[in-house]
């Protein structure tokens, strides 16, 4: 019989951290002279009541380990009850959300998806908007952590290659694993003080930039503004594409680079790859937008970039409306929405190194029809993949794509168009928020849909965070079997 | 240095087949007084000139191929037939221009309803029996690729479908030449019963005659502007569905169901798919019409049914007009078509056993997440998935997706729009033909499109018929070293 109590004891935890975190939009509420602030503590007396209770009740014994299977359910059902925990807020506040509505903003700010269904931002209360923000940044650090300290472990999609080397002890591994976690929200927290500094230089207010900065760092993509980043000059803008394209980096090699042995961050295959497929695509499709449109090259460039980088590291921000560029950068976003960021980082998609590992593995094909008694080796980063790492990473792009197209065929089947229902779907399971197309568009919102479509993509975003295996193992009647 | 004399000995003896094909419309038209009949006959004996010279020229021993003669043979084998079948389209009535005249020559013979020519209801009877002519032979083809070729060759996990015809000793020769025979009744026999039954359910002789070709082969093209919806008969449609399904299931189970076994359509596990994934689409499909366009449930069925298969098989006869529809429907023949038919078969697409064994081994994946130490297996019709052939299917898929994706940005970047660039992609890469949208929708013509486009669709279908690799092998730079 799995034993739910550690379960339960974690979940509780969390539950009481979202309901402190609730306290920072209450306090700025109250100091800005708001009618918020009693959701937010109303909120936050709910979340501490049933944490604490949870807490209480199933504490387990003093030093308990998880095995797979709880590990597996502690990641499914902590990120279900704090999306649960943190709607509230929405629907209490003067904004008077609908519960769908509410869910679907709490689930798009926690997974980092940042598909919004708020309309009229620029007048939204301060503590809503940094409650979003907030929603990112939490979200953010918690699958940081996640994506370091749990999947590795349970080997999700091929994130055995990540697993920190000596790993096999099992009693050395915990206080590694524990220092890294720690190390890793270090930088999270330093890099978006960083760019919240750099927001600010640019000619954000202190209130903007640090929501932005938590909204970047996490490739969250909330902002404060309907129009996005389109609100601000091209600064910010360049600060904003910056800020993402280290959001979406491997996080581990910037943990302490100045240590002896530490991996140098240029020779890092995924970081190259990364970088080398952002700048090609975004080269071409400013080049592109400049050909066709009397835009200056420069304004085209800009442009190009920031749409690619939000595309592709899953943040979904927006300097310009796309719909105008017509079928290339249309196309061009759709694809980038699967490639992802680099794992290691706050980002979502496939992610880049499972698309090198594919390409390494297409490669093979190749060589074994031309020599098909030859032995070809599938390496990363320097190193050669085992079959096992190999046919999770295989895995894991079918169940993708799997997804992706039936998630597709139920939002048309909830109303959507073909273009929403296909970039709807991409964006949502790629945790990017924003599609193409006037409704999900760069300049529309995602308040249109019919409830049965937000509670699909809420759905979906909630799978595309834990990486598919993690939600789609629950439902195998293996997992239930002793 | 590659020996090419057996390689061009074999294109030579295609291209006197195909001038021999080209006598059977010469012949039409000289018996129907159409003065069309000498364009053939020039035609033919310009191919029969080349393909002599060829085979006279570069005879030698073709019966010892190396791998590298294989897929070269394989590649010239569709690529110049093409350029000689697209003779008749530029001598004849049409007065096609260079770029046309191949791309309806390679739409046709590699099996995509895709045509640059409009008026087709005032074409004279040669050159509408050519088109159906031509992608007999393109499915004849297909077939013989995929029950001989692509198997030996392991080509995208096909090694799942390879018949010991090199380990039986000396054997081998007969029992290749039984499997040839029973393949050739096969396809024959399924011709002949789709055209007899047309013609008793009221189709006119010559029209039966070129619409069971195109049923058969999965191609597509129509004598009618308005394909099979000009009739309008419920039973004409009735026969040619039954026909496309039949068309889409394995060849060699479809011959041994024929010969009384029909047991052997349930036993086989992707046959079995087939027939669910047809059923369920179907629904979908008839309740959409009866909802939302309020056809009554026959009318809604005989329609449904009709454009599924047709998407499923890559066939592309329409009895609607599906490309100004949007939503449900419009989506669900994207994806069905992407899936495609059952290998060995004439369909196109990624075909049904790759989906299944992609699955597999997920599902296998999941279960191994759960107990990494137990052994667990995939399975695909009772027998084990070897690791190569996982990993080959993951590789074909893989690169079909990149061609998916180069195909549909090229088309953006020719300035088409978002739809009409991703379903052009998936109708030619899957030899379905007709994309959504106005432009290339059923209703549209693939002859408003620029030059460019035109060549980069036609890439695309050949890409897609030969199962992307023998003809991407010719780009590596390691085939034509030593």
Redesign the interface.
């Given at each position: 019989m799995l034993d739910v109590r550690p379960v339960l004891f974690i979940n509780g935890f969390a539950l009481l951290i979202l309901a402190a975190a609730m306290g920072v939009p209450a306090a700025v509420d109250l100091a800005a002279g708001g009618i918020d602030w009693p959701a937010f503590l109303a909120s936050a007396a709910i979340a501490a009541f049933v944490g604490g209770a949870l807490m209480f009740s199933a504490k387990p014994n003093a030093r308990f380990r998880l095995d797979?299977?709880q590990s597996?359910l502690v990641t499914v059902t902590t990120w279900l009850l704090v999306a649960l925990a943190a709607a509230p807020p929405f629907a209490l506040s003067s904004l008077h959300l609908s519960p769908t509505d509410s869910m679907f903003e709490a689930m798009s700010g926690l997974t980092t998806t940042g598909a919004t269904i708020i309309v009229g931002l620029d007048q939204t209360p301060h503590g809503i908007l940094l409650w979003r923000a907030l929603l990112n940044w939490l979200g953010g650090a918690g699958f940081i952590v996640m994506a370091a300290a749990i999947l590795p472990a349970?080997?999700?999609g091929g994130m055995q290659i990540f697993r920190m080397e000596a790993g096999d002890k099992a009693d050395r591994v915990r206080p590694r694993l524990s220092r890294l976690a720690v190390s890793l929200v270090a930088v999270y927290v330093a890099l978006s003080a960083l760019s919240a500094v750099a927001f600010w230089l640019a000619g954000m207010d202190g209130f903007d930039a640090i929501c932005h900065a938590m909204a970047a760092l996490s490739t969250g993509g909330f902002s404060t503004s309907d129009a996005s980043l389109a609100h601000w000059g091209g600064g910010v803008q360049w600060v904003a594409v910056a800020s993402m394209l280290v959001a979406a980096a491997p996080m581990p090699l910037l943990v302490a680079p100045w240590r002896r042995g530490h991996p140098s961050v240029g020779e890092d295959s995924q970081l190259r790859a990364y970088l080398t497929l952002l700048v090609a695509v975004a080269g071409v499709l400013g080049i592109?937008r400049w050909a066709t449109s009397d835009w200056e090259l420069f304004d085209c460039l800009r442009a190009a970039a920031f749409a690619v980088t939000s595309t592709a590291t899953t943040t979904g921000f927006v300097a310009a409306d796309i719909g105008p560029w017509?079928?290339?950068?249309?196309?061009?976003l759709?694809?980038l929405a699967f490639t992802g960021g680099c794992s290691g980082s706050a980002a979502g998609g496939v992610k880049i190194f499972r698309w090198q590992v594919?390409?390494q593995?297409?490669k093979?094909?190749?060589?074994?029809?031309?020599h098909?008694h030859g032995v070809f080796l599938i390496n990363f980063n320097g190193n050669t993949l085992s079959?096992?790492v190999?046919?999770?990473v295989?895995?894991f792009?079918?169940?993708y794509?799997?997804t992706f197209?039936i998630h597709?065929?139920a939002l048309?089947?909830a109303?959507?168009?073909?273009?929403t229902?296909?970039s709807g779907s991409a964006a949502a399971l790629g945790n990017v928020g924003r599609g193409?197309g006037g409704i999900i568009g760069s300049t529309g919102s995602w308040e249109p849909l019919s409830n049965a479509a937000k509670w699909i993509v809420t759905i979906e975003m909630l799978v595309g965070r834990l990486e598919l295996?993690t939600v789609?193992?629950l439902f195998?009647p293996?997992?239930w079997r002793e | 240095m590659l020996d090419f004399r057996p390689v061009l000995q074999i294109v030579g003896w295609l291209l006197v087949g195909l001038a021999a094909a080209m006598l059977i419309p010469a012949a039409v038209d000289l018996s129907a007084g159409s003065p069309e009949w000498a364009v053939f006959a020039l035609s033919a004996g310009l191919t029969l000139f080349v393909g002599l010279a060829l085979e006279a020229g570069m005879r030698s021993d073709w019966r010892r191929l190396s791998v590298r003669q294989t897929y070269l043979a394989t590649a010239l084998g569709w690529v110049v037939p093409c350029a000689f079948a697209a003779l008749p389209f530029a001598f004849g009535r049409p007065q096609l221009a260079a770029t046309d005249a191949l791309f309806e020559a390679i739409c046709g013979l590699t099996t995509t309803n895709a045509t640059v020519l409009t008026g087709l209801d005032h074409l004279p009877p040669g050159l509408l029996l050519w088109r159906g002519l031509l992608q007999w032979l393109g499915g004849a083809g297909t077939l013989a690729m995929a029950v001989a070729l692509l198997p030996a060759l392991k080509i995208g996990g096909m090694q799942m479908f390879r018949i010991e015809l090199l380990m039986g000793g000396d054997k081998a020769a007969p029992r290749a030449a039984r499997l040839g025979t029973t393949l050739a009744a096969t396809y024959a026999g399924l011709t002949l019963t789709v055209g007899l039954s047309l013609w008793l359910v009221g189709m006119p002789g010559f029209d039966a005659l070129v619409h069971a070709m195109a049923t058969v082969s999965t191609g597509g093209f129509s004598t009618w502007d308005a394909s099979i919806g000009h009739f309008n008969k419920a039973r004409i449609d009735l026969v040619v569905t039954l026909g496309m399904v039949a068309s889409g299931l394995p060849f060699l189970v479809l011959a041994q169901a024929a010969q009384g076994n029909v047991r052997a359509l349930w036993r086989d596990a992707q046959a079995r798919w087939y027939f669910a994934i047809l059923a369920a689409a179907s629904l979908v499909m008839t309740l959409w019409l009866m909802l939302g366009q309020h056809y009554g449930f026959p009318t809604a069925l005989r329609h449904g049914a009709f454009t599924v298969v047709s998407a499923i098989t890559g066939t592309g006869f329409s009895t609607l007009d599906y490309g100004s529809w949007s939503g449900l429907p419009t989506a669900l023949l994207l994806f069905t078509a992407l899936l495609g038919g059952c290998a060995g078969s004439t369909s196109g697409g990624i075909k049904i056993f790759r989906l299944q064994l992609l699955l597999a081994g997920a599902l296998v994946q999941m279960r191994r997440l759960l107990r990494p130490h137990a052994v667990v297996i995939a399975r695909f019709n009772r027998r084990q998935i070897p690791k190569e052939a996982l990993e080959a299917v993951m590789g074909y898929v893989f690169v079909y997706a990149l061609a998916f994706a180069a195909l549909a940005m090229g088309l953006g970047l020719l300035g088409l729009d978002f739809v009409t660039s991703v379903s052009g992609a998936v109708g030619a890469l899957t030899n379905f033909g007709p994309g959504l949208g106005p432009v290339i929708g059923p209703a549209g013509s693939f002859g408003a499109l620029s030059d460019p486009a035109k060549w980069l669709l036609a890439t695309g279908m050949l890409f897609g018929r030969l199962e992307m690799f023998p003809l991407l092998v010719l780009f590596i730079p390691g085939f034509w070293k030593q």
């Amino acid at each position: 019989m799995l034993d739910v109590r550690p379960v339960l004891f974690i979940n509780g935890f969390a539950l009481l951290i979202l309901a402190a975190a609730m306290g920072v939009p209450a306090a700025v509420d109250l100091a800005a002279g708001g009618i918020d602030w009693p959701a937010f503590l109303a909120s936050a007396a709910i979340a501490a009541f049933v944490g604490g209770a949870l807490m209480f009740s199933a504490k387990p014994n003093a030093r308990f380990r998880l095995d797979v299977r709880q590990s597996l359910l502690v990641t499914v059902t902590t990120w279900l009850l704090v999306a649960l925990a943190a709607a509230p807020p929405f629907a209490l506040s003067s904004l008077h959300l609908s519960p769908t509505d509410s869910m679907f903003e709490a689930m798009s700010g926690l997974t980092t998806t940042g598909a919004t269904i708020i309309v009229g931002l620029d007048q939204t209360p301060h503590g809503i908007l940094l409650w979003r923000a907030l929603l990112n940044w939490l979200g953010g650090a918690g699958f940081i952590v996640m994506a370091a300290a749990i999947l590795p472990a349970l080997r999700i999609g091929g994130m055995q290659i990540f697993r920190m080397e000596a790993g096999d002890k099992a009693d050395r591994v915990r206080p590694r694993l524990s220092r890294l976690a720690v190390s890793l929200v270090a930088v999270y927290v330093a890099l978006s003080a960083l760019s919240a500094v750099a927001f600010w230089l640019a000619g954000m207010d202190g209130f903007d930039a640090i929501c932005h900065a938590m909204a970047a760092l996490s490739t969250g993509g909330f902002s404060t503004s309907d129009a996005s980043l389109a609100h601000w000059g091209g600064g910010v803008q360049w600060v904003a594409v910056a800020s993402m394209l280290v959001a979406a980096a491997p996080m581990p090699l910037l943990v302490a680079p100045w240590r002896r042995g530490h991996p140098s961050v240029g020779e890092d295959s995924q970081l190259r790859a990364y970088l080398t497929l952002l700048v090609a695509v975004a080269g071409v499709l400013g080049i592109w937008r400049w050909a066709t449109s009397d835009w200056e090259l420069f304004d085209c460039l800009r442009a190009a970039a920031f749409a690619v980088t939000s595309t592709a590291t899953t943040t979904g921000f927006v300097a310009a409306d796309i719909g105008p560029w017509g079928g290339f950068a249309h196309v061009a976003l759709f694809i980038l929405a699967f490639t992802g960021g680099c794992s290691g980082s706050a980002a979502g998609g496939v992610k880049i190194f499972r698309w090198q590992v594919l390409t390494q593995l297409a490669k093979v094909h190749v060589k074994r029809l031309l020599h098909p008694h030859g032995v070809f080796l599938i390496n990363f980063n320097g190193n050669t993949l085992s079959e096992p790492v190999v046919e999770a990473v295989l895995s894991f792009v079918v169940l993708y794509m799997v997804t992706f197209a039936i998630h597709a065929l139920a939002l048309t089947a909830a109303g959507c168009d073909l273009v929403t229902a296909l970039s709807g779907s991409a964006a949502a399971l790629g945790n990017v928020g924003r599609g193409l197309g006037g409704i999900i568009g760069s300049t529309g919102s995602w308040e249109p849909l019919s409830n049965a479509a937000k509670w699909i993509v809420t759905i979906e975003m909630l799978v595309g965070r834990l990486e598919l295996f993690t939600v789609f193992i629950l439902f195998t009647p293996s997992y239930w079997r002793e | 240095m590659l020996d090419f004399r057996p390689v061009l000995q074999i294109v030579g003896w295609l291209l006197v087949g195909l001038a021999a094909a080209m006598l059977i419309p010469a012949a039409v038209d000289l018996s129907a007084g159409s003065p069309e009949w000498a364009v053939f006959a020039l035609s033919a004996g310009l191919t029969l000139f080349v393909g002599l010279a060829l085979e006279a020229g570069m005879r030698s021993d073709w019966r010892r191929l190396s791998v590298r003669q294989t897929y070269l043979a394989t590649a010239l084998g569709w690529v110049v037939p093409c350029a000689f079948a697209a003779l008749p389209f530029a001598f004849g009535r049409p007065q096609l221009a260079a770029t046309d005249a191949l791309f309806e020559a390679i739409c046709g013979l590699t099996t995509t309803n895709a045509t640059v020519l409009t008026g087709l209801d005032h074409l004279p009877p040669g050159l509408l029996l050519w088109r159906g002519l031509l992608q007999w032979l393109g499915g004849a083809g297909t077939l013989a690729m995929a029950v001989a070729l692509l198997p030996a060759l392991k080509i995208g996990g096909m090694q799942m479908f390879r018949i010991e015809l090199l380990m039986g000793g000396d054997k081998a020769a007969p029992r290749a030449a039984r499997l040839g025979t029973t393949l050739a009744a096969t396809y024959a026999g399924l011709t002949l019963t789709v055209g007899l039954s047309l013609w008793l359910v009221g189709m006119p002789g010559f029209d039966a005659l070129v619409h069971a070709m195109a049923t058969v082969s999965t191609g597509g093209f129509s004598t009618w502007d308005a394909s099979i919806g000009h009739f309008n008969k419920a039973r004409i449609d009735l026969v040619v569905t039954l026909g496309m399904v039949a068309s889409g299931l394995p060849f060699l189970v479809l011959a041994q169901a024929a010969q009384g076994n029909v047991r052997a359509l349930w036993r086989d596990a992707q046959a079995r798919w087939y027939f669910a994934i047809l059923a369920a689409a179907s629904l979908v499909m008839t309740l959409w019409l009866m909802l939302g366009q309020h056809y009554g449930f026959p009318t809604a069925l005989r329609h449904g049914a009709f454009t599924v298969v047709s998407a499923i098989t890559g066939t592309g006869f329409s009895t609607l007009d599906y490309g100004s529809w949007s939503g449900l429907p419009t989506a669900l023949l994207l994806f069905t078509a992407l899936l495609g038919g059952c290998a060995g078969s004439t369909s196109g697409g990624i075909k049904i056993f790759r989906l299944q064994l992609l699955l597999a081994g997920a599902l296998v994946q999941m279960r191994r997440l759960l107990r990494p130490h137990a052994v667990v297996i995939a399975r695909f019709n009772r027998r084990q998935i070897p690791k190569e052939a996982l990993e080959a299917v993951m590789g074909y898929v893989f690169v079909y997706a990149l061609a998916f994706a180069a195909l549909a940005m090229g088309l953006g970047l020719l300035g088409l729009d978002f739809v009409t660039s991703v379903s052009g992609a998936v109708g030619a890469l899957t030899n379905f033909g007709p994309g959504l949208g106005p432009v290339i929708g059923p209703a549209g013509s693939f002859g408003a499109l620029s030059d460019p486009a035109k060549w980069l669709l036609a890439t695309g279908m050949l890409f897609g018929r030969l199962e992307m690799f023998p003809l991407l092998v010719l780009f590596i730079p390691g085939f034509w070293k030593q």
